[in-house]
């Protein structure tokens, strides 16, 4: 787990959102180009922090913040373990609000202050040490505080549907309903941002009707995934989406099973790129969480890169899950700054979206599955009301 909160204390008027402090640790983690570390936070009372401060430090009396970078005085045998720590974090609840009283602050940006504090300190900081590196300090402190503000007014990510499934669901009976052309209307009257359909070299949902009258009625922005074969090109070229998102196909495969091998396919996905550039077709392109795939489509001209979250919504434990989502927002963030936009889809739902849609750098969530079977309990509307709220949420707790 990269962040680890303990809560000792709490205060009666300022409670304690856990989740929304471990998102906020990690986010600081990754602006600090650490989020392959794990920090432990320790929420204490002026009492506790009293001893802490006598105990290893022979001082009476508490302070707002302690930090123990686990490199400080650890044995050396702990460089052998396949583990990235930087240490604890202890902070008093009782003196960050007497701070922030004094200060003329909100409690809450007291406590991001001195969580920032502590994690410069894990990192090395320290500004009892030279007045330079005291000015150095709070200048990396206020920048920090300033991104953080932007990240939390930053627009959230916006919400495209898939609806393949509901046209899954028609196909199964031969019939014309479900619609997903209706479908697709009332998600964007609930409030998404785009429809997603994907167009399969088998028809097995989605068909050459329900694209071509899509394109007709969608009010947001269209974007069709397919192969990266001649036949979907000739079609996206003469339909002309508002987006391409090229993704890898089998026959066999239920649903999309991995990223596009752009590396591999570097020569053949240039190509379509390129072809669909002369109709002024933005491409997506369809990758695992992996530097080198996401550095290729920059090289050859994509527009956006879509990061495969399977392997993050399938994990069958936490620490996998943990693992999975490092990949996706270090993938994210190398993305981000090579000019790309950032996507991200594939086995999102109504538990796992929050922590993915609290990455500042991704612009757009595509999520079908769970929205349509969702939909059959509450109806399509509130299914995507109830995930935009979600991601709304992400943003807003942090």
């Known amino acids: 787990m990269p962040a680890d909160v303990a809560i000792h204390y709490e205060l009666a008027s300022h409670p304690i959102n856990r989740s929304a402090i471990e998102r906020q640790v990690q986010w600081f983690l990754r602006q600090l180009e650490a989020s392959d570390h794990s920090v432990s936070l320790l929420l204490v009372d002026d009492e506790e922090m009293t001893r802490l401060n006598s105990h290893y430090r022979g001082k009476d009396g508490p302070t707002n913040v302690l930090s123990f970078p686990l490199a400080e005085g650890s044995d050396a045998g702990f460089s052998d373990l396949p583990i990235k720590e930087l240490g604890d974090i202890v902070i008093s609840l009782d003196t960050a609000l007497r701070e922030a009283i004094e200060l003329g602050q909100k409690f809450s940006f007291r406590l991001s202050w001195l969580i920032a504090h ?128 090229l993704v890898p196909e089998k026959r066999q495969e239920l649903t999309t099973e991995g990223g596009l091998d752009v590396v591999g396919q570097k020569k053949k996905i240039a190509k379509a790129i390129e072809q669909l550039a002369k109709k002024n077709i933005p491409v997506s392109l369809f990758v695992d969480p992996d530097l080198d795939q996401i550095a290729t489509s920059k090289d050859i001209g994509a527009t956006f890169v879509e990061i495969h979250t399977g392997r993050y919504a399938d994990a069958v434990t936490e620490a996998i899950r943990d693992q999975e989502f490092l990949l996706i927002a270090e993938s994210a963030q190398e993305a981000y700054q090579l000019g790309l936009k950032v996507n991200a889809g594939h086995g999102l739902d109504y538990r796992n979206t929050a922590r993915v849609a609290a990455l500042d750098t991704i612009e757009e969530l595509s999520i079908g599955h769970a929205i349509i079977g969702r939909s059959v309990y509450v109806g399509i509307e509130r299914a995507v009301r109830e995930m935009l709220d979600i991601i709304q949420q992400a943003r807003l707790t942090i």
Do not use: F, W
């Open 118 to 245: 502590g994690l410069l300190h894990l990192l090395g900081y320290d500004h009892e040490r030279s007045e330079d590196e005291a000015i150095q300090m709070y200048e990396l402190e206020q920048e920090l505080l300033q991104r953080l503000e932007h990240h939390r007014r930053h627009p959230m990510p916006h919400l495209a549907i898939n609806v393949d499934h509901v046209a899954t669901i028609r196909q199964a009976r031969g019939t014309t309903e479900p619609d997903p052309v209706t479908a697709a209307a009332i998600c964007e009257l609930a409030g998404a941002s785009g429809i997603v359909v994907h167009l399969r070299e088998d028809r097995r949902h989605m068909q050459d009707r329900d694209i071509r009258l899509l394109r007709q009625t969608i009010k947001t922005r269209m974007n069709l995934e397919m192969g990266a074969t001649k036949e979907m090109i000739g079609i996206a070229m003469e339909v002309g989406p508002d987006m391409v998102t």
